[in-house]
């Protein structure tokens, strides 16, 4: 599975922002979750930004019966130049006390021929339930 994500800016401006505290926070609160925190840091050449979100879902009967509608959610997410102006990035999702992990793969590149800059996504694994 794949997405793709295009920004009118270019790739400093948009990894400025994709890397801002404060502006992941407000974007988590403005999508109602109930808590948000965030730290960004530098290690070598890679900047690293853990998320930790506390979310209330509105489950399906059939989950709601196994999993509490208020989760807390962890992201990482680490970002490293790719010596041609963009950035790879790894990313991993999971859900505390749930068999639940997300990962992907992403850059964050300004294509030769637009000012246009884009974040493919490429999904590496979904719901890894065997502990159930």
Not at 14 to 37: I, K, W
Request: aromatic share 10%; with cysteine.
């Amino acid at each position: 599975m794949s997405m793709h994500f295009e920004f009118e800016f270019d790739v400093p401006s948009v990894f400025e922002v994709l890397t801002e505290p404060r502006f992941l926070v407000d974007r988590c609160l403005e999508l109602v979750e109930q808590e948000a925190s965030c730290e960004v840091e530098e290690r070598g050449k890679s900047t690293v930004i853990s998320l930790t979100r506390k979310v209330e879902q509105d489950l399906p009967r059939f989950l709601a019966k196994m999993i509490d509608p208020v989760q807390t959610m962890q992201m990482t997410e680490t970002w490293r130049p790719d010596g041609n102006g963009g950035y790879t990035g790894d990313y991993t999702f999971a859900m505390q006390g749930q068999p639940v992990t997300i990962t992907a793969m992403k850059r964050l590149t300004e294509p030769a021929s637009t000012k246009k800059c884009h974040i493919p996504w490429a999904w590496l694994s979904w719901f890894a339930l065997s502990s159930m």
